[in-house]
């Protein structure tokens, strides 16, 4: 009995040893990480040697066909293993090979045309947003050289690779006398043309700011309808031809400011008008640079804010979205296995209750690698689902063991079936949009609600639109194979 | 190997013993619930239960192999020793394994490591019962070669 109880004691001690590859893997992360709270590029490359010499399956998931290791797999893993252990390490505490600094210029161009004037006059909030924003360029660390610009019916440079004093010589210190001094023809903002300009600028080694108003300018005796569908093909076509030729994304930025000055209506009528205005801030670069700016935040630190964002993103490449299936919530049952393969196996529709004959499963989504605002994943119709029964609702991922996810996808059915569901986002014009644009602006000195829009706003995005989304609107794709 | 001793714990472990959550624990959810990835406690606690059910019989029938140790009573004394060493052992490594950290989205408690010691007692008994029925081994003991259940 006594050397029986031995054994036993020696069998739980020895299983206490036992550990699979991937163990001894996670083992050795948390001791690199308990020295100095990060993994530095040495540490990291004997992880990537332990996994790379192990015939262990379950690391299979980390290695490519050719045995090179899957970074982002295996980087999300340590990530989401240490937060399972309560250890706190952020992504940029581990050493990565991608983490090579790419810099490029930034070319900013502000619209001088006079109806830019009350956005100036004074110490206004646009003069600080910009003057922030472009400080916030300049010391990101992704700026090679900052080059600014004034823009109207041509190009006005003013600073290449410009310091800390031309910012403010730029922006802040400005005045309407100022800004008429510094030149061109400012009567008219032929918007289609100040986008052909600046997209000839944007190349993967240069980032574009428009700043402007936006605000369209038909001028007298001109059909005003006919001119903003004109401006809308022609800036469709600009945007379109671009599209051939890089992987441009646009990032669509809404302030307000306070104004005061002449304000030009849609017949290029003088009105004074003191309050506040609409601007937006455009930024033209492809994937990496808007991801990386959108990585530092530096949209989201603009002093006072922004009102509204939208990306606008090519099609072409459609991009798979990081998730996982949840054991739970979820109505009737399936099984755990196959879930890691996006798979739902045995699926039984609810048997009792409330939810009788409903089948529904969660979802956990990372969108925080996305460009659009978090927001926009929030919202269903901007969802499609290859199987229309499917209703999906979309909340912010609150549950901090998921904290890898910043979506909760739930979908539910009363009519189960065998079937490969695919979920779709999709790029879509935003309300605000709509909500912020005029049709007629000749009596905004009255209107409050004319006020806080601007003319033709919807015709230029969705000219812009109608180039990104022409063929596909489908930005992300998750897939899901359901078995019954 | 995996997949056998899966299939055999849960065949009814899962349904009388234990939820469906330790079932994929045991498994071998990772603590990150990425897969099937992390220890495979079934596996293990399987294996610990056949080499002990060979060792507990073959103290009796080979090692000590006494004529004053091989009755039907005697055979039943080892046998509960034997499940309750294998009830001792499995609750203590799921429990231990539970308290080591487990996949959030599973919900785990002590009484479902109770329930897979009492199902891992059931199956070492199980083994003991087949073991000593098959009397190819059996034969090479001299005093308990015709210990069984129903014929001391």
Known sequence: MIKNLLLILCVVLLTGCLETELEIITNKAIQFVTNDNKIDADEYASLEKMIKNSDDSSLDRFKKSNKHLKEDVFRNYLIKYFKAKNITITENDIWSPNNKNKKFNINVFLENSSSMDGYVKGITSFETAIYNLLGDFKISGICDSLNLNYINKQVYIQNKNALSADIEDFIQKLEPSTFKARGGDRSVSDLENIFKTVLNTVNKKNVSILVSDFVFSPGKNVNAQDYLNNQSVGIKIDFAEKLNRLDLHTMVVKLESNFNGTYYDKKNTPINYSGKRPYYVWIFGNRTQIEKINELKIIQKIKGGYLNKLVLQPTKNKRSTDFKILIRPKIGEFISDGLNKKMILEAESENSGQNKQSFGFTLAVNFNKELQDQSYYLNKSNYSTSNKQYELTSEININPSLSAYSHILKLKTNNLSSESLQIDVLGKIPKWVYSSSSNDDSNIAFDLDEQQKTFGLKYLIEGVSDAYYSKSNILNSMKVLIKK | ?152
Not at chain 2, 63 to 81: A, E, G, P, Q
Not at chain 2, 121 to 140: G, K, Y
């Open chain 2, 1 to 152: 190997m995996k997949t056998l001793f899966s299939g055999m714990y849960d065949w009814f472990g899962t349904y009388l013993f234990y939820s469906k959550d330790m079932g994929d624990h045991l498994n071998g959810m990772d603590i990150t619930c990425t897969d099937f990835i992390g220890t495979p406690w079934y596996m293990i606690v399987g294996f610990i239960m056949l080499i002990l059910t060979l060792f507990i019989y073959a103290i009796q029938y080979h090692i000590y192999d006494k004529s004053r140790f091989n009755k039907k009573h005697h055979l039943w004394i080892m046998m509960f020793v034997n499940l309750l060493l294998n009830f001792l052992v499995a609750t203590i490594l799921a429990s231990n394994s539970v308290k080591e950290g487990y996949c959030s989205e599973l919900s785990l408690t002590t009484m479902d490591c109770i329930g897979f010691g009492i199902s891992n007692a059931i199956w070492s008994f199980i083994f003991h019962f087949i073991i000593t029925s098959i009397t190819v081994f059996r034969r090479l003991s001299i005093n308990c070669r015709n210990t069984t259940f129903w014929k001391p």
